[in-house]
Protein backbone atom coordinates (compact mmCIF):
# COMPACT_ATOMS: atom_id res chain seq x y z
CA UNK A 1 0.00 0.00 0.00
CA UNK A 2 2.87 2.32 0.87
CA UNK A 3 4.16 1.72 -2.44
CA UNK A 4 1.54 2.05 -4.36
CA UNK A 5 1.20 5.60 -2.15
CA UNK A 6 4.98 6.97 -3.41
CA UNK A 7 3.99 5.82 -7.07
CA UNK A 8 0.63 7.86 -7.02
CA UNK A 9 2.87 10.68 -4.98
CA UNK A 10 5.57 10.17 -8.17
CA UNK A 11 2.98 10.46 -11.16
CA UNK A 12 1.55 14.11 -9.14
CA UNK A 13 5.36 14.82 -8.81
CA UNK A 14 5.53 14.08 -12.50
CA UNK A 15 2.66 16.34 -13.51
CA UNK A 16 3.37 19.58 -11.14
CA UNK A 17 6.96 19.37 -13.02
CA UNK A 18 5.44 19.15 -16.36
CA UNK A 19 2.73 21.11 -15.75
CA UNK A 20 5.40 24.30 -14.44
CA UNK A 21 7.58 23.64 -17.92
CA UNK A 22 4.79 23.80 -19.78
CA UNK A 23 3.51 27.09 -18.26
CA UNK A 24 7.18 28.39 -18.27
CA UNK A 25 7.69 27.73 -21.68
CA UNK A 26 3.98 28.77 -22.85
CA UNK A 27 4.04 31.67 -21.10
CA UNK A 28 4.42 35.10 -23.17
CA UNK A 29 4.88 38.56 -21.42
CA UNK A 30 2.66 41.67 -21.24
CA UNK A 31 3.35 44.89 -23.39
CA UNK A 32 2.90 47.66 -21.23
CA UNK A 33 -0.53 49.45 -21.50
CA UNK A 34 -0.32 53.09 -23.37
CA UNK A 35 -2.67 56.18 -23.19
CA UNK A 36 -4.99 56.13 -26.38
CA UNK A 37 -2.90 57.76 -29.15
CA UNK A 38 -4.27 60.94 -30.13
CA UNK A 39 -5.94 60.91 -33.65
CA UNK A 40 -3.60 63.96 -34.91
CA UNK A 41 -0.29 61.04 -34.29
CA UNK A 42 -1.44 59.58 -37.32
CA UNK A 43 -1.36 60.70 -41.04
CA UNK A 44 -4.08 61.06 -43.15
CA UNK A 45 -2.60 58.67 -45.95
CA UNK A 46 -2.18 56.02 -43.22
CA UNK A 47 -5.58 56.15 -41.96
CA UNK A 48 -6.65 55.72 -45.18
CA UNK A 49 -4.65 52.68 -46.37
CA UNK A 50 -5.56 51.27 -43.06
CA UNK A 51 -8.82 51.32 -43.96
CA UNK A 52 -8.47 49.98 -47.38
CA UNK A 53 -6.33 46.91 -45.38
CA UNK A 54 -9.34 46.63 -42.84
CA UNK A 55 -12.10 46.06 -45.93
CA UNK A 56 -9.14 43.50 -47.33
CA UNK A 57 -8.80 41.49 -43.90
CA UNK A 58 -12.58 42.18 -44.05
CA UNK A 59 -12.16 42.71 -40.56
CA UNK A 60 -15.99 44.05 -39.38
CA UNK A 61 -17.06 40.92 -40.23
CA UNK A 62 -16.05 38.92 -37.41
CA UNK A 63 -15.61 42.34 -35.26
CA UNK A 64 -18.95 43.80 -35.28
CA UNK A 65 -22.14 42.02 -33.86
CA UNK A 66 -25.15 42.23 -36.05
CA UNK A 67 -26.84 45.70 -35.48
CA UNK A 68 -23.93 46.87 -33.47
CA UNK A 69 -21.82 49.26 -33.89
CA UNK A 70 -18.60 49.05 -35.70
CA UNK A 71 -15.39 46.85 -35.06
CA UNK A 72 -17.13 46.96 -31.15
CA UNK A 73 -17.05 43.06 -31.14
CA UNK A 74 -19.69 40.59 -30.45
CA UNK A 75 -19.99 38.31 -33.65
CA UNK A 76 -20.89 35.23 -32.72
CA UNK A 77 -18.25 32.54 -34.53
CA UNK A 78 -19.15 28.96 -35.07
CA UNK A 79 -16.22 26.48 -34.55
CA UNK A 80 -16.59 23.35 -34.75
CA UNK A 81 -15.27 23.12 -31.20
CA UNK A 82 -17.67 26.26 -29.58
CA UNK A 83 -18.46 29.71 -30.04
CA UNK A 84 -16.08 31.95 -30.13
CA UNK A 85 -16.83 36.13 -30.02
CA UNK A 86 -15.16 38.88 -32.01
CA UNK A 87 -13.09 40.85 -29.90
CA UNK A 88 -14.18 44.70 -29.39
CA UNK A 89 -10.94 46.40 -31.58
CA UNK A 90 -12.29 49.89 -31.24
CA UNK A 91 -9.72 52.19 -29.40
CA UNK A 92 -11.87 51.89 -26.19
CA UNK A 93 -9.29 51.56 -23.29
CA UNK A 94 -11.50 49.18 -20.59
CA UNK A 95 -13.15 46.73 -23.72
CA UNK A 96 -11.21 47.39 -26.54
CA UNK A 97 -7.97 48.04 -27.66
CA UNK A 98 -7.36 51.42 -26.23
CA UNK A 99 -4.38 50.75 -24.31
CA UNK A 100 -2.80 48.59 -26.58
CA UNK A 101 0.63 50.15 -28.18
CA UNK A 102 1.11 49.55 -31.74
CA UNK A 103 3.85 46.89 -30.55
CA UNK A 104 0.72 45.04 -29.17
CA UNK A 105 -1.32 45.49 -31.75
CA UNK A 106 1.64 44.16 -34.29
CA UNK A 107 2.66 40.85 -31.87
CA UNK A 108 -1.49 40.01 -32.04
CA UNK A 109 -1.24 40.00 -35.64
CA UNK A 110 1.74 38.47 -36.04
CA UNK A 111 2.25 35.76 -32.93
CA UNK A 112 -1.72 35.68 -32.35
CA UNK A 113 -1.00 36.93 -28.47
CA UNK A 114 -3.18 39.59 -26.94
CA UNK A 115 -1.56 42.61 -24.94
CA UNK A 116 -1.42 40.91 -21.45
CA UNK A 117 0.34 37.91 -23.57
CA UNK A 118 -2.74 35.71 -23.50
CA UNK A 119 -3.33 33.59 -26.39
CA UNK A 120 -5.82 34.43 -28.82
CA UNK A 121 -7.91 31.11 -30.49
CA UNK A 122 -7.31 30.96 -34.14
CA UNK A 123 -10.22 31.55 -35.25
CA UNK A 124 -8.93 35.02 -35.03
CA UNK A 125 -6.60 34.09 -38.31
CA UNK A 126 -3.14 35.22 -37.33
CA UNK A 127 -1.92 31.85 -38.95
CA UNK A 128 -2.61 34.24 -41.82
CA UNK A 129 -2.04 37.88 -40.48
CA UNK A 130 1.50 36.74 -39.35
CA UNK A 131 2.37 36.92 -43.17
CA UNK A 132 1.18 40.54 -43.47
CA UNK A 133 3.81 43.28 -43.31
CA UNK A 134 5.37 45.86 -40.49
CA UNK A 135 4.26 49.00 -42.28
CA UNK A 136 0.25 47.24 -43.03
CA UNK A 137 -0.07 46.84 -39.73
CA UNK A 138 1.16 49.93 -38.68
CA UNK A 139 -1.39 51.80 -41.25
CA UNK A 140 -4.31 49.70 -40.09
CA UNK A 141 -3.53 50.07 -36.38
CA UNK A 142 -4.04 53.86 -37.43
CA UNK A 143 -7.20 53.51 -39.12
CA UNK A 144 -8.43 51.51 -35.62
CA UNK A 145 -7.08 53.66 -33.33
CA UNK A 146 -8.76 56.63 -35.03
CA UNK A 147 -12.66 54.74 -34.73
CA UNK A 148 -15.00 55.58 -32.15
CA UNK A 149 -13.93 54.19 -28.63
CA UNK A 150 -17.30 51.97 -28.00
CA UNK A 151 -17.81 50.47 -24.51
CA UNK A 152 -18.73 47.10 -25.36
CA UNK A 153 -17.88 43.76 -23.09
CA UNK A 154 -17.59 40.71 -25.38
CA UNK A 155 -18.88 37.61 -23.98
CA UNK A 156 -16.25 34.87 -22.97
CA UNK A 157 -15.51 32.11 -25.68
CA UNK A 158 -17.93 29.10 -25.05
CA UNK A 159 -15.18 26.26 -25.56
CA UNK A 160 -15.54 22.83 -23.24
CA UNK A 161 -12.25 21.53 -21.23
CA UNK A 162 -9.26 22.29 -21.83
CA UNK A 163 -9.71 24.63 -24.88
CA UNK A 164 -10.99 27.09 -22.56
CA UNK A 165 -7.49 27.32 -21.31
CA UNK A 166 -6.20 29.83 -23.59
CA UNK A 167 -2.47 28.71 -23.07
CA UNK A 168 -3.43 25.30 -24.81
CA UNK A 169 -3.30 27.30 -28.06
CA UNK A 170 0.52 27.47 -27.41
CA UNK A 171 0.53 23.91 -28.12
CA UNK A 172 -1.60 24.27 -31.08
CA UNK A 173 0.60 26.53 -32.26
CA UNK A 174 4.01 24.09 -31.99
CA UNK A 175 1.97 21.78 -33.92
CA UNK A 176 -0.16 24.31 -36.65
CA UNK A 177 1.42 27.94 -37.01
CA UNK A 178 4.28 29.26 -38.95
CA UNK A 179 5.40 32.52 -37.95
CA UNK A 180 6.70 34.75 -40.57
CA UNK A 181 6.26 37.43 -43.07
CA UNK A 182 4.89 36.88 -47.01
CA UNK A 183 8.24 35.86 -49.01
CA UNK A 184 7.49 36.65 -52.76
CA UNK A 185 8.17 34.10 -55.13
CA UNK A 186 10.65 34.67 -57.27
CA UNK A 187 9.58 32.80 -60.01
CA UNK A 188 6.13 34.76 -60.43
CA UNK A 189 5.18 38.70 -61.50
CA UNK A 190 4.77 41.38 -59.06
CA UNK A 191 0.72 40.83 -59.54
CA UNK A 192 0.70 37.46 -58.88
CA UNK A 193 3.00 38.21 -55.71
CA UNK A 194 0.97 40.94 -54.66
CA UNK A 195 -1.96 38.57 -55.04
CA UNK A 196 -0.55 35.79 -53.11
CA UNK A 197 0.39 38.23 -50.52
CA UNK A 198 -3.39 39.47 -49.38
CA UNK A 199 -5.02 36.02 -50.22
CA UNK A 200 -2.89 34.35 -48.22
CA UNK A 201 -2.28 37.43 -45.48
CA UNK A 202 -5.18 39.50 -44.66
CA UNK A 203 -7.55 38.44 -47.11
CA UNK A 204 -7.31 34.74 -45.34
CA UNK A 205 -8.98 33.22 -48.21
CA UNK A 206 -7.97 29.84 -47.01
CA UNK A 207 -9.71 30.07 -43.56
CA UNK A 208 -12.84 29.16 -45.37
CA UNK A 209 -11.53 27.78 -48.98
CA UNK A 210 -8.87 25.31 -47.23
CA UNK A 211 -10.23 21.70 -45.94
CA UNK A 212 -9.86 21.67 -41.95
CA UNK A 213 -8.31 18.74 -40.17
CA UNK A 214 -9.86 17.74 -36.86
CA UNK A 215 -8.09 19.93 -34.77
CA UNK A 216 -9.46 23.24 -37.31
CA UNK A 217 -6.30 23.83 -38.37
CA UNK A 218 -6.35 24.22 -42.68
CA UNK A 219 -5.19 20.88 -44.54
CA UNK A 220 -2.61 23.00 -46.28
CA UNK A 221 -1.40 20.23 -48.10
CA UNK A 222 -4.87 19.93 -49.81
CA UNK A 223 -4.73 23.60 -51.36
CA UNK A 224 -7.39 25.06 -51.47
CA UNK A 225 -9.98 22.24 -52.36
CA UNK A 226 -13.21 23.97 -50.68
CA UNK A 227 -14.34 24.14 -47.02
CA UNK A 228 -17.40 25.82 -44.52
CA UNK A 229 -17.87 29.33 -43.41
CA UNK A 230 -20.58 29.78 -41.53
CA UNK A 231 -22.92 27.32 -42.41
CA UNK A 232 -22.06 27.58 -46.08
CA UNK A 233 -20.06 25.60 -48.47
CA UNK A 234 -16.83 27.44 -49.62
CA UNK A 235 -16.29 25.65 -53.06
CA UNK A 236 -12.57 24.83 -54.30
CA UNK A 237 -10.91 27.22 -55.82
CA UNK A 238 -8.36 25.19 -57.61
CA UNK A 239 -8.80 22.72 -60.20
CA UNK A 240 -11.56 20.96 -58.82
CA UNK A 241 -13.62 24.13 -58.73
CA UNK A 242 -17.72 23.37 -59.44
CA UNK A 243 -17.87 25.42 -61.77
CA UNK A 244 -18.71 23.66 -65.40
CA UNK A 245 -17.50 26.61 -67.43
CA UNK A 246 -14.46 27.94 -65.10
CA UNK A 247 -13.35 31.06 -64.86
CA UNK A 248 -11.31 33.91 -66.38
CA UNK A 249 -9.53 37.07 -64.59
CA UNK A 250 -11.99 39.43 -65.63
CA UNK A 251 -15.29 37.51 -64.75
CA UNK A 252 -13.49 36.51 -61.35
CA UNK A 253 -12.37 39.96 -60.84
CA UNK A 254 -15.75 41.58 -61.52
CA UNK A 255 -17.22 38.75 -58.99
CA UNK A 256 -14.91 39.73 -56.25
CA UNK A 257 -16.04 43.39 -56.56
CA UNK A 258 -19.82 41.94 -56.36
CA UNK A 259 -20.62 42.15 -59.85
CA UNK A 260 -23.77 40.37 -61.82
CA UNK A 261 -21.22 37.44 -63.50
CA UNK A 262 -23.37 35.68 -66.92
CA UNK A 263 -21.74 32.19 -66.03
CA UNK A 264 -21.46 32.48 -62.35
CA UNK A 265 -24.20 34.62 -60.95
CA UNK A 266 -23.61 37.13 -58.16
CA UNK A 267 -21.39 35.99 -54.29
CA UNK A 268 -24.17 34.84 -51.99
CA UNK A 269 -23.95 33.53 -47.91
CA UNK A 270 -20.78 34.95 -46.27
CA UNK A 271 -19.06 35.87 -49.66
CA UNK A 272 -21.62 38.63 -50.28
CA UNK A 273 -20.10 40.16 -47.05
CA UNK A 274 -16.95 39.93 -48.62
CA UNK A 275 -17.25 41.32 -52.06
CA UNK A 276 -18.81 44.21 -50.95
CA UNK A 277 -15.79 45.17 -49.17
CA UNK A 278 -13.92 44.38 -52.11
CA UNK A 279 -15.47 46.64 -54.21
CA UNK A 280 -14.72 49.51 -52.11
CA UNK A 281 -10.44 48.58 -52.16
CA UNK A 282 -8.04 49.77 -55.56
CA UNK A 283 -9.14 47.45 -58.62
CA UNK A 284 -5.54 46.88 -58.74
CA UNK A 285 -5.82 44.66 -55.19
CA UNK A 286 -8.79 42.54 -56.90
CA UNK A 287 -7.32 42.20 -60.29
CA UNK A 288 -3.94 40.70 -58.06
CA UNK A 289 -5.80 38.99 -56.09
CA UNK A 290 -7.60 37.18 -58.93
CA UNK A 291 -4.49 36.71 -61.01
CA UNK A 292 -3.13 34.63 -57.48
CA UNK A 293 -6.45 32.92 -57.12
CA UNK A 294 -6.70 31.61 -61.31
CA UNK A 295 -3.31 30.34 -60.87
CA UNK A 296 -4.80 27.67 -58.71
CA UNK A 297 -6.29 26.53 -61.56
CA UNK A 298 -9.69 26.76 -61.64
CA UNK A 299 -9.65 27.90 -65.06
CA UNK A 300 -10.91 25.90 -68.18
CA UNK A 301 -9.49 26.03 -71.86
CA UNK A 302 -11.77 28.01 -74.39
CA UNK A 303 -13.45 25.02 -76.30
CA UNK A 304 -14.43 23.41 -72.53
CA UNK A 305 -15.81 26.66 -71.88
CA UNK A 306 -17.99 26.83 -75.24
CA UNK A 307 -19.11 23.23 -74.91
CA UNK A 308 -20.40 23.76 -71.12
CA UNK A 309 -22.29 26.74 -72.18
CA UNK A 310 -24.43 25.39 -75.37
CA UNK A 311 -24.74 22.02 -72.78
CA UNK A 312 -26.03 24.55 -70.38
CA UNK A 313 -28.65 25.82 -73.10
CA UNK A 314 -29.65 22.54 -74.18
CA UNK A 315 -30.96 21.79 -70.38
CA UNK A 316 -32.52 25.30 -69.77
CA UNK A 317 -35.95 24.47 -68.18
CA UNK A 318 -38.73 24.68 -70.82
CA UNK A 319 -42.37 24.47 -70.15
CA UNK A 320 -45.65 25.04 -72.53
CA UNK A 321 -48.82 26.80 -71.05
CA UNK A 322 -50.26 23.74 -71.84
CA UNK A 323 -47.86 21.33 -70.14
CA UNK A 324 -48.14 23.97 -67.13
CA UNK A 325 -51.73 22.65 -66.85
CA UNK A 326 -51.11 19.31 -67.09
CA UNK A 327 -48.89 18.90 -63.51
CA UNK A 328 -50.48 17.27 -61.45
CA UNK A 329 -49.62 19.57 -58.75
CA UNK A 330 -47.86 16.64 -56.64
CA UNK A 331 -46.86 18.57 -53.43
CA UNK A 332 -43.66 15.46 -53.94
CA UNK A 333 -43.28 16.54 -57.77
CA UNK A 334 -39.93 18.54 -57.91
CA UNK A 335 -40.48 19.61 -61.12
CA UNK A 336 -44.20 20.79 -60.49
CA UNK A 337 -42.76 22.85 -57.72
CA UNK A 338 -40.03 24.43 -59.94
CA UNK A 339 -42.43 24.99 -62.67
CA UNK A 340 -44.80 26.71 -59.94
CA UNK A 341 -41.85 29.00 -57.53
CA UNK A 342 -39.04 29.60 -59.91
CA UNK A 343 -39.45 29.05 -63.09
CA UNK A 344 -40.91 32.42 -63.63
CA UNK A 345 -37.34 33.72 -63.19
CA UNK A 346 -35.19 30.42 -64.05
CA UNK A 347 -35.90 30.03 -67.35
CA UNK A 348 -35.66 31.46 -70.71
CA UNK A 349 -38.56 33.39 -71.43
CA UNK A 350 -39.49 33.27 -67.96
CA UNK A 351 -42.30 36.08 -66.96
CA UNK A 352 -39.81 38.20 -64.95
CA UNK A 353 -36.77 38.02 -66.05
CA UNK A 354 -35.46 42.08 -64.25
CA UNK A 355 -32.58 40.10 -63.57
CA UNK A 356 -31.31 37.26 -66.27
CA UNK A 357 -30.31 34.90 -63.35
CA UNK A 358 -27.47 32.38 -63.73
CA UNK A 359 -28.48 29.27 -65.91
CA UNK A 360 -28.70 26.89 -63.35
CA UNK A 361 -26.52 24.05 -65.14
CA UNK A 362 -23.46 26.40 -64.88
CA UNK A 363 -24.37 27.38 -61.09
CA UNK A 364 -21.76 26.66 -58.44
CA UNK A 365 -24.45 26.15 -55.98
CA UNK A 366 -26.17 23.07 -58.40
CA UNK A 367 -22.87 21.53 -59.73
CA UNK A 368 -20.69 21.53 -55.97
CA UNK A 369 -20.30 17.94 -53.96
CA UNK A 370 -22.90 18.54 -51.52
CA UNK A 371 -26.34 20.35 -51.69
CA UNK A 372 -25.27 22.86 -48.67
CA UNK A 373 -25.29 26.03 -50.65
CA UNK A 374 -28.47 25.12 -52.65
CA UNK A 375 -30.65 24.68 -49.86
CA UNK A 376 -29.57 27.87 -48.15
CA UNK A 377 -29.85 29.26 -51.01
CA UNK A 378 -33.65 28.01 -51.85
CA UNK A 379 -34.51 28.58 -47.89
CA UNK A 380 -32.97 32.16 -47.44
CA UNK A 381 -33.31 33.90 -50.72
CA UNK A 382 -30.36 35.80 -52.28
CA UNK A 383 -30.48 39.50 -50.95
CA UNK A 384 -27.61 42.50 -51.14
CA UNK A 385 -25.57 42.77 -48.24
CA UNK A 386 -27.09 45.22 -46.40
CA UNK A 387 -27.05 48.78 -47.29
CA UNK A 388 -26.04 47.68 -51.15
CA UNK A 389 -28.15 46.72 -54.75
CA UNK A 390 -27.27 43.52 -56.38
CA UNK A 391 -30.07 40.88 -57.41
CA UNK A 392 -32.64 39.31 -55.26
CA UNK A 393 -34.39 36.04 -55.01
CA UNK A 394 -37.20 35.60 -51.91
CA UNK A 395 -36.55 33.06 -49.73
CA UNK A 396 -38.94 30.04 -50.02
CA UNK A 397 -38.05 28.23 -46.04
CA UNK A 398 -41.62 29.56 -44.44
CA UNK A 399 -42.99 28.09 -47.81
CA UNK A 400 -41.94 24.78 -48.86
CA UNK A 401 -42.34 21.83 -46.46
CA UNK A 402 -39.12 19.64 -45.95
CA UNK A 403 -40.07 16.92 -48.05
CA UNK A 404 -40.84 19.79 -50.74
CA UNK A 405 -37.72 21.16 -50.50
CA UNK A 406 -36.10 17.90 -51.23
CA UNK A 407 -37.68 16.87 -53.94
CA UNK A 408 -36.94 20.26 -55.35
CA UNK A 409 -33.63 20.04 -54.88
CA UNK A 410 -33.46 16.77 -56.15
CA UNK A 411 -34.81 17.55 -59.37
CA UNK A 412 -32.49 20.59 -59.65
CA UNK A 413 -29.44 19.00 -58.82
CA UNK A 414 -30.89 16.28 -61.60
CA UNK A 415 -32.25 18.13 -64.32
CA UNK A 416 -29.68 20.90 -64.68
CA UNK A 417 -26.18 19.24 -64.03
CA UNK A 418 -26.74 15.31 -64.33
CA UNK A 419 -25.08 14.55 -61.62
CA UNK A 420 -25.46 12.15 -59.23
CA UNK A 421 -27.46 12.78 -56.30
CA UNK A 422 -26.66 14.11 -53.08
CA UNK A 423 -26.09 12.68 -49.70
CA UNK A 424 -27.48 14.37 -46.51
CA UNK A 425 -30.29 16.44 -48.32
CA UNK A 426 -32.48 16.12 -45.35
CA UNK A 427 -29.58 17.46 -42.80
CA UNK A 428 -28.86 20.19 -45.08
CA UNK A 429 -32.37 21.47 -45.23
CA UNK A 430 -33.41 21.13 -41.20
CA UNK A 431 -29.64 22.85 -40.77
CA UNK A 432 -30.26 25.77 -42.84
CA UNK A 433 -33.90 26.12 -41.33
CA UNK A 434 -32.60 26.34 -37.80
CA UNK A 435 -30.20 28.77 -39.26
CA UNK A 436 -30.61 32.69 -39.86
CA UNK A 437 -30.71 33.74 -43.58
CA UNK A 438 -27.65 35.69 -44.54
CA UNK B 1 -57.18 20.00 -58.89
CA UNK B 2 -55.62 21.15 -55.99
CA UNK B 3 -57.78 21.68 -52.71
CA UNK B 4 -56.81 24.45 -50.80
CA UNK B 5 -57.83 25.40 -46.54
CA UNK B 6 -58.02 29.19 -46.25
CA UNK B 7 -59.79 30.92 -43.44
CA UNK B 8 -61.09 27.20 -42.36
CA UNK B 9 -63.15 26.94 -45.60
CA UNK B 10 -61.65 24.24 -48.32
CA UNK B 11 -61.32 25.48 -52.08
CA UNK B 12 -61.49 23.69 -55.07
CA UNK B 13 -58.64 25.72 -57.37
CA UNK B 14 -59.35 26.18 -60.97
CA UNK B 15 -56.56 27.25 -61.69
CA UNK B 16 -53.10 25.23 -62.93
CA UNK B 17 -51.13 24.25 -59.64
CA UNK B 18 -48.57 26.51 -60.99
CA UNK B 19 -50.60 29.29 -60.32
CA UNK B 20 -49.91 31.82 -57.57
CA UNK B 21 -51.71 31.80 -54.54
CA UNK B 22 -52.40 35.44 -54.58
CA UNK B 23 -54.17 35.20 -57.72
CA UNK B 24 -56.33 32.32 -56.67
CA UNK B 25 -57.42 34.40 -53.41
CA UNK B 26 -58.42 37.58 -55.51
CA UNK B 27 -59.51 36.00 -58.87
CA UNK B 28 -61.44 32.93 -57.74
CA UNK B 29 -62.41 33.14 -53.88
CA UNK B 30 -62.65 37.10 -54.05
CA UNK B 31 -60.44 37.58 -50.99
CA UNK B 32 -58.65 41.11 -51.85
CA UNK B 33 -57.32 41.83 -48.37
CA UNK B 34 -54.02 40.69 -49.98
CA UNK B 35 -52.54 43.14 -52.44
CA UNK B 36 -50.02 42.18 -55.85
CA UNK B 37 -47.20 44.80 -55.05
CA UNK B 38 -44.15 44.04 -56.93
CA UNK B 39 -44.40 40.11 -57.46
CA UNK B 40 -41.88 39.61 -56.40
CA UNK B 41 -41.39 38.81 -52.93
CA UNK B 42 -39.74 41.99 -52.34
CA UNK B 43 -42.80 44.41 -51.37
CA UNK B 44 -44.68 42.19 -48.65
CA UNK B 45 -48.54 43.63 -49.81
CA UNK B 46 -49.32 40.00 -50.56
CA UNK B 47 -48.50 38.58 -46.96
CA UNK B 48 -50.56 35.67 -45.71
CA UNK B 49 -49.82 32.98 -43.17
CA UNK B 50 -48.80 29.71 -43.43
CA UNK B 51 -49.51 27.73 -40.61
CA UNK B 52 -48.74 30.71 -38.47
CA UNK B 53 -45.31 32.08 -40.61
CA UNK B 54 -45.91 34.77 -42.88
CA UNK B 55 -45.47 34.56 -46.63
CA UNK B 56 -45.50 35.83 -50.01
CA UNK B 57 -48.90 34.77 -51.54
CA UNK B 58 -47.70 36.00 -54.81
CA UNK B 59 -44.75 33.36 -54.90
CA UNK B 60 -45.90 30.68 -54.00
CA UNK B 61 -47.53 27.68 -56.22
CA UNK B 62 -50.53 26.28 -55.04
CA UNK B 63 -49.59 23.07 -55.60
CA UNK B 64 -47.78 22.82 -52.81
CA UNK B 65 -50.44 24.58 -50.63
CA UNK B 66 -52.40 20.86 -50.57
CA UNK B 67 -53.39 19.91 -46.95
CA UNK B 68 -52.02 23.17 -45.47
CA UNK B 69 -53.70 25.99 -43.75
CA UNK B 70 -53.91 29.90 -45.16
CA UNK B 71 -55.24 32.31 -43.55
CA UNK B 72 -56.05 36.10 -44.94
CA UNK B 73 -56.34 39.13 -43.45
CA UNK B 74 -60.15 38.42 -44.02
CA UNK B 75 -59.69 35.31 -41.31
CA UNK B 76 -58.45 37.44 -38.48
CA UNK B 77 -61.85 39.28 -37.99
CA UNK B 78 -64.53 41.22 -39.15
CA UNK B 79 -65.58 44.75 -39.76
CA UNK B 80 -67.92 44.54 -36.74
CA UNK B 81 -65.61 42.28 -34.93
CA UNK B 82 -62.16 43.10 -35.95
CA UNK B 83 -59.17 40.64 -34.71
CA UNK B 84 -56.61 42.02 -31.97
CA UNK B 85 -54.30 43.44 -34.53
CA UNK B 86 -56.58 44.70 -37.06
CA UNK B 87 -58.54 46.96 -33.67
CA UNK B 88 -54.66 48.30 -32.66
CA UNK B 89 -53.89 49.00 -36.28
CA UNK B 90 -57.55 50.96 -36.49
CA UNK B 91 -57.47 52.42 -32.94
CA UNK B 92 -53.57 53.71 -34.40
CA UNK B 93 -55.18 55.12 -37.24
CA UNK B 94 -52.04 53.47 -38.92
CA UNK B 95 -52.65 53.77 -42.60
CA UNK B 96 -52.63 56.25 -44.85
CA UNK B 97 -53.05 55.62 -48.46
CA UNK B 98 -53.50 51.81 -46.79
CA UNK B 99 -52.14 49.40 -49.77
CA UNK B 100 -48.85 47.36 -47.26
CA UNK B 101 -51.35 47.87 -44.52
CA UNK B 102 -53.36 43.56 -45.23
CA UNK B 103 -49.83 42.90 -45.31
CA UNK B 104 -48.20 44.56 -42.14
CA UNK B 105 -51.00 43.41 -39.79
CA UNK B 106 -50.57 39.92 -40.86
CA UNK B 107 -46.75 40.39 -40.61
CA UNK B 108 -47.82 41.81 -37.10
CA UNK B 109 -50.19 39.00 -36.41
CA UNK B 110 -47.25 36.13 -37.47
CA UNK B 111 -45.08 37.65 -35.04
CA UNK B 112 -47.22 37.88 -32.29
CA UNK B 113 -48.43 33.94 -32.94
CA UNK B 114 -44.52 33.16 -31.92
CA UNK B 115 -43.91 35.85 -29.20
CA UNK B 116 -46.43 37.38 -27.18
CA UNK B 117 -43.94 39.88 -25.74
CA UNK B 118 -41.82 41.07 -28.52
CA UNK B 119 -39.62 44.26 -27.70
CA UNK B 120 -39.38 47.18 -29.83
CA UNK B 121 -35.71 46.15 -31.34
CA UNK B 122 -37.98 42.40 -32.33
CA UNK B 123 -41.05 44.44 -34.06
CA UNK B 124 -38.79 46.46 -36.08
CA UNK B 125 -36.70 43.77 -36.89
CA UNK B 126 -39.57 41.27 -38.15
CA UNK B 127 -41.17 44.05 -39.82
CA UNK B 128 -38.12 44.75 -42.04
CA UNK B 129 -39.64 42.81 -44.96
CA UNK B 130 -42.78 44.76 -45.69
CA UNK B 131 -42.38 47.73 -47.16
CA UNK B 132 -44.54 51.29 -46.87
CA UNK B 133 -44.43 53.99 -49.41
CA UNK B 134 -46.63 56.78 -47.08
CA UNK B 135 -44.04 56.71 -44.32
CA UNK B 136 -46.62 55.39 -41.63
CA UNK B 137 -43.77 53.59 -40.24
CA UNK B 138 -44.39 55.39 -36.97
CA UNK B 139 -48.06 54.01 -36.50
CA UNK B 140 -47.50 51.07 -37.77
CA UNK B 141 -44.86 49.85 -35.37
CA UNK B 142 -47.19 51.86 -32.61
CA UNK B 143 -50.14 49.78 -33.53
CA UNK B 144 -47.82 46.22 -33.50
CA UNK B 145 -46.98 47.74 -29.87
CA UNK B 146 -50.34 48.51 -29.14
CA UNK B 147 -51.46 44.68 -29.98
CA UNK B 148 -48.54 43.21 -28.03
CA UNK B 149 -49.65 44.98 -25.02
CA UNK B 150 -53.14 44.46 -25.36
CA UNK B 151 -52.46 40.89 -25.83
CA UNK B 152 -50.18 40.96 -22.85
CA UNK B 153 -52.49 42.87 -20.57
CA UNK B 154 -49.76 45.45 -19.98
Known amino acids: MARFGRIIVGLVAIVIVVGIGFWAWASEPAIDPVSRPAAGQFSKASIAKGAELAALGNCQACHTRPNGKAYAGGYPVETPFGTIYGSNITPDPDTGIGKWSEAAFRRSMHEGLRRDGGHLYPAFPYTHFTKVSDADIKDIYAFLMTRPAVHNTVPSPDLPFPLDIRMVMAGWNLLFFHEGRYQPDGSQNAAWNHGAYIAEGLGHCAACHVPMNMFGAEKTDKGYAGGNAAGWHAPALDKSSPSPVGWTKDELAGYLRGDMTPHHGVAAGPMADVTKVLAEVPHADVEALSTYILSKGATKPADARKAAIADAGKKSFQVTTAQKANFKGSAKDGEAIFAGACASCHFDGGSQPFYRPVDLSLSSAVNAPNATNLVQIITHGVKPAAGGSGPIMPGFGDVLTDDQTASLVGYVRKHFTGKPAWDHVDKAISTSKETAGQ | ?154
Not at chain 2, 18 to 41: F, H, I, Q, S, W
Open chain 2, 1 to 154: MITLTVNGKTHQAESDPTTPLLYVLRDEMKLNGAKYGCGLGQCGSCTVLLEDKPVFSCQIPISVLEGRKVTTLEGLGTIDEPGRVQKAFIDEQAAQCGYCIAGMIMRSEGLLRRNAFPSDAEIRDWMQPNLCRCGTHSRILKAVRRAANAESGA
